[in-house]
């Protein structure tokens, strides 16, 4: 049955759980979340982008893993966020290295922050020529799955968040609180590094 899933970013995650539980459990956990997200497309089917790319499969797949594996989804999910940010870290190290892109970067941050930020509630946000801070205060994806009724699935992608953003040149990059971990924002913080 192929979905959405078999599609994105997080199919990478049925490696891991194979070598986790084997490839019968495996198998049963990656056909269960698939699943779900039909489900979740079908209840809500006027869901935005966002919801439908992001949120839908990682609640999909915690889900899926706490049926099978109960009190395992978040080291699971967490685990595989991780190392997903980190493969895609050398991406953007990659594309970052291209001559002027860090400079064209630091020149336009005022109107990337603002599309990247967009739909998120911010406070002290502030952006100069060598440094752009800002404090996340809401974020529509974990609103989402709050809403849906698992809010800590979203923890795969703060772990994602917090190993790329570390694959820009150019930019030192800090954050050491997430909304989806409990706490009263994500603190970005990213300063020039030329």
Partial sequence: ?????DKTIFKRIKKDLVAKYGVEKAD???AYAKEMYLKLEKAIPNADKESKSFVFPAV???RSIENYAPGEALEVTRAFGTK???RLKKLFRRITA???IP?????NMDKLATKM???????NREVTNDKCNMDVISCPLYDKAKELGTPEAIQMICCMDKEYMNGF??????RTKSVAEGDDCCDYRMTRSL
């Avoid at 049955?1 to 899933?5: A, C, D, E, I, R």
């Avoid at 400079?103 to 020149?107: A, E, G, P, R, V």
Wanted: no cysteine.
């Fill in 28 to 30: 049963k956990i990656w």
């Fill in 117 to 123: 930020s967009a739909g998120y509630g911010l406070r």
């Fill in 103 to 107: 400079t064209l970067m630091w020149k």
């Fill in 84 to 86: 997903t940010g980190l």
């Fill in 1 to 5: 049955m192929k979905n959405y899933l």
């Fill in 98 to 100: 291209l001559p002027g």
């Fill in 60 to 62: 999909s797949i915690y």
């Fill in 169 to 174: 040149r150019g930019i030192d990059y800090k």
